[in-house]
Every structure is written in C-alpha cells, then in structure tokens.
C-alpha cells in the first residue's frame, strides 16, 4: 500500500487563522509559573521549520550539526506542548511548513517526522502503528479521525554488524507488537536471531504482527499475531559463534608457532655463536721456516 498523504491541509484556510493567533501569541508562555515559566516563540519555530524543510527527504541522523540540534529543539517543544492548548497550533505551524513535500515519505526523515502520521494505513490497522508514524509527531488528540497505537511498534534495520531492534513506539501494558522487516515477503525474510527473540520476551511481548515495508510499501508477513515462539529463526548466531571460536582458536595457533619459531632462530643463532667464539684464536699463528737442503 503506497504511503501518499490521505489527509489534506488547505494553506489558504491557515493563514486568516495563524495572523490572528500569532500577533496575540507572538511568545507564548507554557507551564509554571513566573521565573519557572517556559516561553515558546512560534515565530522562531516557523523560521527554523523552514529551514528544516530544505532538508525534508534527507535521514534525521545525517543532518548537519546545527540543523540536528535545531531539529531536537523542535521534538522536545513538541513534547513539552503536546498536553497543552498550544499543541495544535504547533501541530498546524508544521504542517503548514511541510504540506508542500510531496514526495513519497522515507522512513527516518524529516519530512517523516512531520508528516507520517497523515499518511495511509494498511487495512485493519490502528494509524498511530504505522512504520511512518509510530515515532513521528502524532495530531493534536482533537483529531477524531486518528487512532493511536495501542500495541508496540519495532523496525528491524539493517546493519553492517546484523541486524539491530529499533525501538519505534511503546505502549505499557500491551504484550502485542507490530514488527517492520525490509522484505517484501516471508520467503525471502532470513528470520530473527535468537537474540532479538530474548529482547522481545524481556519486553513482555507475546504476540507479533509481522509487515514488511518495501520499496514504500507494506506487506502483510504473518496474517495477523503470532506467537512470538512460532516466528522465523535464522540459525546465523551459532554458526557466527562457531566460526569466532574457530578464529580465535586460529589465531592463538599462529601466534604459538610464531614464537617457537623465533625461540629456535633465537637459540640456534645463540648456540652458533658459542662454537665460533670457542673455536676462534685470536693470537697470530707463527710458521717455522725451515731450509731443506
């Protein structure tokens, strides 16, 4: 299922509404009180939106260090305003910044962020548990029409070391989880190892739901929960573990026979030099010369 928008948002219904709110708000104060109070400046927050947003197809992780930390600083504010009356006029600044990406979304980008909570669930599930938007930032709870996940969401990446659980979304007390895997069927999926098995049962969870996100697509694996002890198990870790013994074991060979090599040129050399000494007389031999008549 393509991840195009299936929300709209109509910028030119906004901005009759945001010139009234932001010349009344200009800086708004959230929480506590007096010295203790936090003061959020939307219009600083619309100028570093901008900003973030010529970056939009580009990873979260690779953004230059400036822009990493400005991109913090809008998630935290997110955070911190996301119980309060101010959450959705933050919610309707980003989508306003941010509705004119129309390219299909990435995962772990900044548009994604933004914008992946307005995307296309697959069938039968909850919005808030999609790759894209479990982790995103989620529409003020006014939204009737969006449903939060009530299951946990993890994304198995891909690494040069294997494969890591990403944590995207938790939900206490549910021992369900939607797992994303980058294949586009079970076939071809090689399977957990038994360490990612441990950290799921240490999570609590019993029951998985396995999709595959592929080429902006999802695919239905399992065909709803599972048990988590009927999942696909890939056989790498004891073989991996075989072959580091194998190596290291290896290794101690070579460095043994190493050092008894250098310990026997070390002696013999040692004991060459004994018998030449002993052997070599340094006076002048003096011939006797005799007349033969």
């Known amino acids: 299922m393509p991840s195009s928008l299936n929300k709209s948002f109509n910028p030119n219904l906004y901005d009759d509404y945001t010139k009234k709110r932001s010349l009344r708000n200009s800086r708004l104060t959230v929480k506590g009180n007096h010295d203790d109070a936090i003061k959020v400046n939307m219009h600083e927050i619309r100028s570093t939106l901008k900003k973030l947003y010529e970056y939009a197809g580009d990873k979260i992780s690779s953004l230059p260090k400036d822009l990493s930390l400005d991109f913090k600083s809008i998630v935290a504010q997110a955070e911190m305003l996301r119980n309060s009356d101010y959450y959705t006029q933050l919610w309707d600044i980003c989508q306003e910044v941010f509705t004119h990406h129309n390219k299909e979304l990435e995962p772990f980008t900044v548009a994604c962020y933004f914008l992946g909570c307005m995307t296309k669930s697959p069938d039968g599930m909850e919005e808030g548990c999609t790759l894209l938007c479990a982790g995103a930032m989620s529409p003020p709870s006014c939204e009737d029409e969006f449903s939060y996940c009530s299951k946990n969401t993890y994304w198995l990446k891909k690494t040069r070391n294997g494969n890591v659980l990403q944590i995207m979304g938790e939900c206490q007390g549910s021992s369900q989880a939607y797992i994303y895997v980058n294949y586009n069927c079970l076939e ?106």
């Open 188 to 293: 071809s999926f090689p399977g957990f190892q038994k360490r990612d098995i441990a950290i799921l049962t240490d999570f609590g969870i019993t029951e998985v739901h396995l999709y595959g996100y592929y080429n902006n697509r999802y695919y239905e694996l399992t065909g709803g929960f599972i048990s988590i002890k009927v999942l696909p198990i890939c056989d790498k870790d004891s073989s991996s573990e075989r072959n580091r013994g194998f190596w290291l074991a290896l290794c101690v060979l070579v460095i043994i026979i190493i050092f008894l090599i250098i310990w026997y040129i070390w002696r013999n050399g040692l004991d060459k030099s004994d018998v030449e000494y002993l052997s070599y007389d340094p006076k002048p031999s003096h011939a006797e010369m005799r007349s033969v008549r």
